[in-house]
C-alpha cells in the first residue's frame, strides 16, 4: 500500500515518510492546496488504493486570523473534492488538540469539541469536511497536543524554542514563572503512532499524547541544564494560567506496548 502525505514536506510529514516502505511526498512546492487547481492535480498523482495522510496545514505561527483560517479551510475543501472521487483504501486526518475546549481536564477523546481559536475551529471543521467526503472509507482522525523534536520550524512557546534561546542567547523567557503544564510529545513518538493506525487501519479519534504534563518551567530548567550556562527569566505575565492535561486510556488499550521517548531525553537529542 502506496500512502500520500500531504505536506510531506513539512516537520511530521517527513519524519513519518521515513517509517514508510512506499510514500508519495507531496509538500506546497508539488501541490499547492490552497488553490482550487490543487484538485486536478491530485487527481493526477493519486492512485485508486493508496492511503491518504492529510498533515498539511498553517499553523498558528504563520498566523492565528480569519485570512489563515480561511486558507486551511480552502485546503480542506480541496482535498475533500478529491476524497469524494478517488478510492482510498484509509485516510488519516492530522488535527490538533486545539478543537477541545480550554477547560476540558483530563481531555479525553470524549470530550466535548469546543474550539475557542480560530486554528482549532479550523481543525474542527476539516474534520469533518473529511468525515463527510470520506463516505465508507475508513478514516482515522489523529489529534496532536504539542510536538517537539529535531527539524521543527515553527519555533513555538516550548522545548524548540527554549533550547534555541538557550543555545544563542545563554537566556530562556518564559510567560509568567512558566506555571502552565503542558504534554509534549516527541515528533518521532508521533510518526511512530500514525505508522501503527495506518498498518491496522485504524478508525475514529486518537489523542496524540503521552500523558504527563510537565510545567514551562520544568522544562526550561530542564535545557538550562542540559545546555549549562543558561538564565531562566519569568516576565509579567498577559494572560491567566491554563493547564492542559490528557487522559491516554483509549491510547493505552490501542498501543498496550507503546512507549514514549522521555522528556529530557527528547530534548537532548536537540543539541
Avoid at 64 to 77: F, I, Q, V, Y
Avoid at 198 to 214: D, H, M, P, S, W
Wanted: net charge positive; glycine share 8%.
Amino acid at each position: 500500500m502506496r500512502t500520500v502525505i500531504l505536506g510531506g514536506r513539512g516537520f511530521l510529514g517527513s519524519t513519518l515518510a521515513k517509517r514508510l516502505p512506499d510514500v508519495l511526498l507531496l509538500g506546497s512546492a508539488e501541490v499547492d492546496l490552497i488553490q482550487p487547481t490543487a484538485v486536478e492535480k491530485l487527481r493526477s498523482l493519486i492512485r485508486e488504493g493508496d492511503a491518504l495522510v492529510f498533515a498539511s496545514a498553517l499553523t498558528p505561527d504563520k498566523g492565528k486570523d480569519a485570512r489563515t483560517a480561511m486558507k486551511n479551510l480552502a485546503m480542506g475543501e480541496h482535498v475533500s473534492a478529491v476524497v469524494e472521487s478517488v478510492k482510498f483504501s484509509h485516510i488519516v486526518y492530522i488535527s490538533s488538540d486545539a478543537v477541545y475546549a480550554d477547560d476540558a481536564n483530563p481531555v479525553r477523546e470524549t470530550s466535548c469539541a469546543s474550539p475557542t481559536t480560530l486554528y482549532g475551529l479550523m481543525h474542527l471543521m476539516r474534520e469533518r469536511m473529511i468525515l463527510v467526503s470520506a463516505g465508507k472509507t475508513p478514516v482515522m482522525i489523529v489529534r496532536l497536543c504539542a510536538m517537539y523534536g529535531t527539524g521543527d520550524t515553527h519555533n513555538s512557546y516550548g522545548p524548540n524554542r527554549f533550547m534555541r534561546t538557550a543555545v544563542k542567547d545563554r537566556v530562556i523567557q518564559l510567560f509568567g514563572q512558566g506555571e502552565e503544564q503542558r504534554d509534549h510529545l516527541h515528533v518521532n513518538d508521533c510518526a511512530r503512532l500514525i505508522e501503527l493506525c495506518l498498518k491496522e487501519r485504524f478508525i475514529g479519534v486518537l489523542n496524540a499524547a503521552t500523558g504527563k504534563a510537565v510545567s514551562f518551567m520544568e522544562v526550561a530548567q530542564m535545557v538550562a541544564a542540559i545546555v549549562g550556562g543558561v538564565e531562566v527569566k519569568g516576565q509579567p505575565r498577559s494572560g491567566p494560567v491554563t493547564h492542559r492535561h490528557f487522559d491516554i486510556t483509549e491510547m493505552i488499550k490501542a498501543f498496550p506496548l507503546f512507549q514514549f521517548t522521555p522528556l529530557e531525553d527528547g530534548l537532548r537529542a536537540l543539541r
